[in-house]
């Protein structure tokens, strides 16, 4: 069974910096098969997808309104996910949720967790 777990979310003052965590849960799940990405959720707004990367080659994809602030990077070896978060905005406050993604970053979600809240406000 496919269980995405996030953590690392918080409250943070405009310019400042968080880094989230989405690890595997369950029994022979291990994340470096997937496509994993980031989607966050505000209230009244649409969902956004903000990152992704590949389970392949590693490539990466970044949502303009978060390019050259955010960073995805895998760690194997702890069957872990990161989203760095610089520079954060008030407009980057959401639940913040990471998935599984079919085929591609540019797939669709499968599965995610329960989501993380990040709180950009000072």
């Known amino acids: 069974q496919v269980q995405l777990v996030e953590s690392g979310g918080g409250l943070v003052q405009p310019g400042g910096s968080l880094r989230l965590s989405c690890a595997a849960s369950g029994s022979g799940f291990t994340l470096d098969y997937y496509v994993i990405g980031w989607f966050r959720q505000a209230p009244g707004k649409e969902r956004e997808g903000v990152s992704c990367i590949s389970s392949s080659d590693g490539s990466t994809y970044y949502a303009d309104s978060v390019k050259g602030r955010f960073t995805i990077s895998r760690d194997n070896a702890k069957n872990t996910v990161y989203l760095q978060m610089n520079s954060l905005k008030p407009e980057d406050t959401a639940v913040y949720y990471c998935?599984?993604?079919?085929?591609?970053?540019?797939?669709?979600?499968?599965?995610w967790g329960q989501g993380t809240q990040v709180t950009v406000s000072s």
């Open positions: 998935a599984t993604v079919n085929g591609n970053c540019h797939g669709r979600y499968a599965y």
